[in-house]
T-cell receptor, first 117, second 115 residues
């Protein structure tokens, strides 16, 4: 079963528009971590944020913000005033606490963000 | 403070050849994870190793793939008799401990192309 669902395959916006990427996860654990990674065209993975299941405070970092809602099992990511350099694939990931999970990351399929000037 | 190193960055093999992918974790890290990213897909867990031990290989294909993390030297992901379907980006991540609040640091990946 898919643990992390990113329903949006691709989002295209014009520069300066806001863009929100959805992430819905599934877990039976009470302790878990959620992550967002950026993969620019160069291919490397850039860590953006890690959030534990006990911290539902929303977070803002510059133009990036994250909305964690345990009630809907969602961890959405918003880029405000998008820029061309934000063009990338963005991955949401889950890591569960159970012993047999061993801390491995389970990734969503990714959302391609295309920002045009 | 070098990050996770992977080499080669790009690897081209013909069908039937062997591919060896290397991963040097961050200094002091003894936990290594390998992930595979097929074209147009997200990353999928393959194997988790500690020094000299395979802890979880539930994501590894049963045949042709093997991984090791010796006491000295890098972790190696080995693919024997490669096929076109093995073409993918292979990422290695390392962490200080398996405890999940320790962040996994990713290498730049090795892009394997099988002709």
């Amino acid at each position: 079963a898919q643990k992390v669902t990113q329903a949006q395959t691709e989002i295209s916006v014009v520069e300066k528009e806001d863009v929100t990427l959805d992430c819905v996860y599934e877990t039976r654990d009470t302790t878990y971590y959620l992550f967002w990674y950026k993969q620019p065209p160069s291919g490397e993975l850039v860590f953006l944020i890690r959030r534990n299941s006990f911290d539902e405070q929303n977070e803002i970092s510059g133009r990036y913000s994250w909305n964690f809602q345990k009630s809907t099992s969602s961890f959405n990511f918003t880029i405000t005033a998008s820029q061309v350099v934000d063009s990338a694939v963005y991955f949401c990931a889950l890591s569960e606490e159970r012993t047999d999970s061993w801390g491995k990351l389970q990734f969503g399929a990714g959302t391609q963000v295309v920002v045009t000037p | 403070n070098a990050g996770v190193m992977q080499n080669p960055r790009h690897l081209v093999r013909r069908r039937g050849q062997e591919a060896r992918l290397r991963c040097s974790p961050m200094k002091g890290h003894s936990h290594v994870y390998w992930y595979r990213q097929l074209p147009e897909e997200g990353l999928k867990f393959m194997v988790y190793l500690q020094k000299e031990n395979i802890i979880d290989e539930s994501g590894m294909p049963k045949e042709r793939f093997s991984a090791e993390f010796p006491k000295e030297g890098p972790s190696i992901l080995r693919i024997q008799q490669v096929v076109r379907g093995d073409s993918a980006a292979y990422f290695c991540a390392s962490s200080l401990d398996r405890v999940i609040h320790n962040e996994q640091f990713f290498g730049p990946g090795t892009r394997l192309t099988v002709l």
